[in-house]
């Protein structure tokens, strides 16, 4: 029995480390709408920044591929909302809990990304996960060499 224990425990100790080599690299994202053809808007995709480009894969197709010196602009913004929905469910079943929840707030991340090729102009705008959408926009800026801008600081003018 004591060998069987030894023998499961060098299995794990060697499996494990592949599965975290194998695991996907990049950044999971929503795509929230723009110019890409034959993508539907909450559609998840994944963000691999490559070298010099920019990948967005579905699974494992490539979607899009993106030259970091093409892009124009990165924006990033943030949408708040109340949980409204949340809480009338939670108040059919518990009147308390379903009065909490609609206190609380919840709030999705977005990045935006335009760029240049020749004369072709694209863009798009997609949502991250609250844990990721810093470390897309700190790869972006570092791949582009573009500074991100807060789209909810900036004001149009007529």
Known sequence: MPMMKKFAAVLLCLLF???VLASESGYKVKYDGGSLTGLKTGEDLRLELVGNEIHLMRK?????????????EISYGQDVHRRIGAAIGLAVVSFGIGAL????KSKKH???????IGDTKGGFAMQCDKNDYRGVLAGLEGLTGKKAVNSEAMTVKN
């Not at 494992?60 to 124009?72: F, K, N, R, Y």
């Not at 977005?110 to 240049?116: P, Q």
């Open 101 to 104: 929840m609609a206190l609380t």
């Open 17 to 19: 480390p592949l599965a």
């Open 110 to 116: 977005f990045v935006g990304l335009t760029w240049a």
């Open 60 to 72: 494992h197709e490539l979607v899009q591929t993106i030259p970091a010196s093409a892009v124009t």
